[in-house]
């Protein structure tokens, strides 16, 4: 038995939808890989950059585009398993609190609203050292009724993880740039991480041989790097 005029209408409106709600995806996944991508092109030219951490080599970086049918609440746990391979310890926490931010920001987005943040943070690496993070978050809340009963957020994520240039950072700047990149962690550790980068990186500078008084500090600080790395690890 052939359809009825009305089940043939029904399907052809059915049809219709979803090749607007393809297009619709498929234009807002260009527009994420676009932003995206302007966001990496920025981090590689150094004359642009504002974060005033120098970057040496780009080590990691990973990007993912996800449609949502409700607020992704459980963004941050995401983003963590992503780059759990290539960023654990301090700087996967590093990322995930950056991403707990995003996501209350990105939560306040109205319908047909973009929103893209971005964020440069430094964290130690026990391998890897002095190493920069720079993430990228767009956010698109659908406004289309046929397409948000399908999806009502599209979001992306691009993380960077890059080793530091060293050689290129102050003092001063240094002081600036652990305050900024760890402002949410406690006194100690903020001195930790400073005294860590001041023997890695100004006192490594200075040909003169440590003083007796300059070894003791520095054995100190070894190991309470090495409770900072056990703590870290559980």
Same mark, same amino acid.
């Not at 301090?90 to 990105?106: D, Y």
């Not at 720079?134 to 809340?141: H, M």
């Given at each position: 038995m052939s359809d009825t005029p009305s089940t043939t209408e029904e399907h052809s409106q059915e049809n219709?939808?979803?090749?607007?709600?393809l297009e619709t995806l498929s234009n807002l996944e260009n527009m994420a890989n676009s932003s995206l991508d302007h966001f990496n092109a920025r981090i590689l030219n150094r004359a642009g950059d504002a974060a005033e951490i120098p970057i040496d080599k780009i080590v990691s970086k990973t990007r993912f585009i996800r449609a949502y049918s409700s607020t992704p609440e459980k963004v941050p746990d995401e983003i963590h398993s992503c780059i759990k391979s290539f960023a654990s310890g301090p700087m996967g926490t590093e990322i995930k609190n950056i991403a707990e931010n995003a996501a209350q920001q990105l939560a306040g987005t109205s319908p047909g609203q973009r929103a893209v943040i971005e964020q440069s943070a430094i964290t130690l690496d026990e391998i890897l050292g002095l190493c920069r993070l720079d993430v990228c978050f767009f956010s698109?809340?659908?406004?289309? %009724?046929?397409?948000?009963?399908?999806?009502?957020?599209?979001?992306?994520?691009?993380?960077?993880?890059?080793?530091?240039?060293?050689?290129?950072?102050?003092d001063n700047t240094l002081r600036v740039v652990v305050r900024n990149s760890f402002y949410n962690h406690?006194?100690?550790? %903020? %001195?930790?991480?400073?005294?860590e980068m001041f023997w890695k990186i100004l006192r490594k500078r200075d040909e003169t041989p440590l003083t007796e008084e300059e070894?003791?500090?520095?054995?100190?600080? %070894?190991?309470a790097m090495e409770e900072y790395w056990k703590a870290s690890a559980k």
């Amino acid at each position: 038995m052939s359809d009825t005029p009305s089940t043939t209408e029904e399907h052809s409106q059915e049809n219709a939808t979803a090749r607007e709600t393809l297009e619709t995806l498929s234009n807002l996944e260009n527009m994420a890989n676009s932003s995206l991508d302007h966001f990496n092109a920025r981090i590689l030219n150094r004359a642009g950059d504002a974060a005033e951490i120098p970057i040496d080599k780009i080590v990691s970086k990973t990007r993912f585009i996800r449609a949502y049918s409700s607020t992704p609440e459980k963004v941050p746990d995401e983003i963590h398993s992503c780059i759990k391979s290539f960023a654990s310890g301090p700087m996967g926490t590093e990322i995930k609190n950056i991403a707990e931010n995003a996501a209350q920001q990105l939560a306040g987005t109205s319908p047909g609203q973009r929103a893209v943040i971005e964020q440069s943070a430094i964290t130690l690496d026990e391998i890897l050292g002095l190493c920069r993070l720079d993430v990228c978050f767009f956010s698109y809340i659908v406004k289309t %009724k046929s397409v948000a009963e399908t999806c009502q957020v599209v979001l992306a994520c691009c993380v960077v993880v890059s080793s530091v240039a060293v050689a290129d950072i102050e003092d001063n700047t240094l002081r600036v740039v652990v305050r900024n990149s760890f402002y949410n962690h406690a006194p100690a550790v %903020k %001195k930790l991480v400073f005294d860590e980068m001041f023997w890695k990186i100004l006192r490594k500078r200075d040909e003169t041989p440590l003083t007796e008084e300059e070894q003791g500090e520095l054995r100190n600080h %070894k190991s309470a790097m090495e409770e900072y790395w056990k703590a870290s690890a559980k």
